[in-house]
């Protein structure tokens, strides 16, 4: 069965950074698409990014655009979020998510894939 597993999280200063990774599992990597989500305290599951795992293409939420980067290792099954000039907005726990489309999909609904999530807390 596909398996998500995110590690990396942890709490940092403002203006810090850090690296999730999600270690995939169960799925033929080439024929899906990976996100990052993220869920702070009392909101909604929001899109943070994706990639598609062949060609690499990329989306990113404007809020995270030019301080996140998505990446993928084939040969490792892993997916990163490097998060760069982190605020106390980004506090939240980080899911990662997959699915077979190759449309760009922000929503949770369009993700068939769950990791059970990793907190990320940024303080001022």
């Known amino acids: 069965q596909v398996k998500l597993v995110e590690s990396g999280g942890g709490l940092v200063q403002a203006g810090g950074s850090l690296r999730l990774s999600c270690a995939a599992s169960g799925l033929a990597i080439s024929g899906y698409t990976m996100a990052w989500f993220r869920q702070a305290p009392g909101k909604e599951r929001e899109f943070v990014a994706r990639i598609r795992w062949s060609g690499g293409s990329t989306y990113y939420a404007d809020s995270v655009k030019g301080r996140f980067t998505i990446s993928t290792d084939n040969a490792k099954h892993t997916v990163y979020l490097q998060m760069n000039s982190l605020e106390p907005e980004d506090t939240a726990v980080y899911f990662c998510?997959?699915?077979?489309?190759?449309?760009?999909?922000?929503?949770?609904?369009?993700?068939?894939?769950w990791g059970q999530g990793t907190q990320v807390t940024v303080s001022s």
């Open positions: 998510a997959a699915d077979v489309s190759s449309r760009i999909l922000t929503t949770t609904r369009s993700y068939d894939y």
